[in-house]
T-cell receptor, first 110, second 114 residues
Framework: AQKVTQAQTEISVVEKEDVTLDCVYE???????LFWYKQPPSGELVFLIR??????QNEISGRYSWNFQKSTSSFNFTITASQVVDSAVYFC???????FGKGNQVVVIP | NAGVTQTPKFQVLKTGQSMTLQCAQD?????MYWYRQDPGMGLRLIYY???????DKGEVPNGYNVSRLNKREFSLRLESAAPSQTSVYFC?????????????FGPGTRLTVL
């Protein structure tokens, strides 16, 4: 069975603050992929990042960074210096038949 | 290159009516998926097709049927719509190989069943 848990439902930050979204996953697969998607108010789902289970190197891409820790089954996502355009729902997802978390509503206050 | 397209964007049905949601992708992906999104539930997989000619059930298949018409198109049919099927439906296709196992989503169909 696969399961993704995003504990925080809504997070409010003031513009330029950093925001970190937590994701904990469960899978019996030895090889797997993890994803973060963004759903802005317009409703589309936008792919942000992907990480495979082989690679625990954490990376930064622009204002986005992620922290993948296999030992704790966590795949956390950080937006640095948040902007109003970052206001959206963010989903963590696992594997090909994507198991989605319930999402984090991020509200960036100007 | 339109990516993943879905029609219609909005639909209102009466209980018991039938309809087909259309999905097409122009990225030459083998795998395609149908999800539904309900408030507070994230997305849940209804059906998927790993390749042309094959389909498999996902987490919530009851009340739905699918057809993988060809490599580009994957349709979702509601034979007898029920209010519980009011939702936003997303189609996705999956890139493999050099692009990694990443799913790309269509814009969604917002369905209301009265």
């Amino acid at each position: 069975a696969q399961k993704v848990t995003q504990a925080q439902t809504e997070i409010s930050v003031v513009e330029k603050e950093d925001v970190t979204l937590d994701c904990v996953y469960e899978t019996r697969d030895t090889t797997y992929y993890l994803f973060w998607y963004k759903q802005p108010p317009s409703g589309e789902l936008v792919f942000l990042i992907r990480r495979n289970s082989f690679d625990e190197q954490n990376e930064i891409s622009g204002r986005y960074s992620w922290n993948f820790q296999k030992s704790t089954s966590s795949f956390n996502f950080t937006i640095t210096a948040s902007q109003v355009v970052d206001s959206a729902v963010y989903f963590c997802a696992l594997n090909n038949r994507l198991a989605f978390g319930k999402g984090n509503q991020v509200v960036v206050i100007p | 290159n339109a990516g993943v397209t879905q029609t219609p964007k909005f639909q209102v049905l009466k209980t018991g009516q039938s309809m087909t949601l259309q999905c097409a992708q122009d990225m030459n992906h083998n795998s395609m998926y149908w999800y539904r999104q309900d408030p507070g539930m994230g997305l849940r997989l209804i059906y998927y097709s790993a390749s042309e000619g094959t389909t498999d059930k996902g987490e919530v298949p009851n009340g739905y049927n699918v057809s993988r018409l060809n490599k580009r198109e994957f349709s979702l049919r509601l034979e007898s719509a029920a209010p519980s099927q009011t939702s936003v439906y997303f189609c996705a296709s999956r890139a493999q190989g050099a692009m990694g196992d990443t799913q790309y989503f269509g814009p969604g169909t917002r369905l209301t069943v009265l």
